[in-house]
């Protein structure tokens, strides 16, 4: 997870947590800290080992760098997070990706996708569902 704030109160802080708690196998990366929680913390995506996909919580302005990065620590897939606004989405970024050949997850946020997250996330899931926009 690119971005995970040193913040404890932060939204990304909380997700990485919460994809912790889920028994996922997630590898913080800030270049600004050593440790998130209790986990050492990566500087680049480039320092995780056997890394095969990122989720991006770094503003629009730095997901062009990130993903060039991804792209030379081989990630084959890349989740560029959104909720509200245009969230980590960049039009470069997404152009990069598929020239590439990196498969990018546009938007969502991951917490929709874990279970008992409550509401407003199981809210969000529902009309998405609703209107037939869940991704498969």
């Known amino acids: ?22 028994g996922y196998d997630v590898a913080p990366v800030n270049p600004a800290s050593t440790q998130i929680g209790n986990q050492r913390c990566h500087a680049r995506v480039q320092d995780v080992p056997d890394v ?6 770094t503003p629009p302005k730095s997901t062009e760098s990130v993903v060039r990065d991804c792209a030379e ?3 084959e897939l890349v989740w560029m997070y959104r909720a509200v606004g245009s969230g980590t989405v960049s ?43 869940y991704p498969a």
């Open 91 to 133: 039009h470069p970024a997404l152009d990069f990706c598929a020239a590439r050949g990196i498969r990018v997850i546009e938007g969502y946020c991951p917490f929709m996708f874990l279970p008992d997250t409550g509401f407003p996330h199981n809210l969000h899931r529902f009309f998405l569902k609703l209107t037939g926009h």
């Open 52 to 57: 095969k996909s990122a989720l991006l919580m």
């Open 1 to 22: 997870m690119v971005g995970v704030s040193r913040n404890q109160n932060d939204f990304s802080r909380k997700l990485f947590e919460a994809f912790c708690e889920c």
């Open 73 to 75: 620590a081989g990630i």
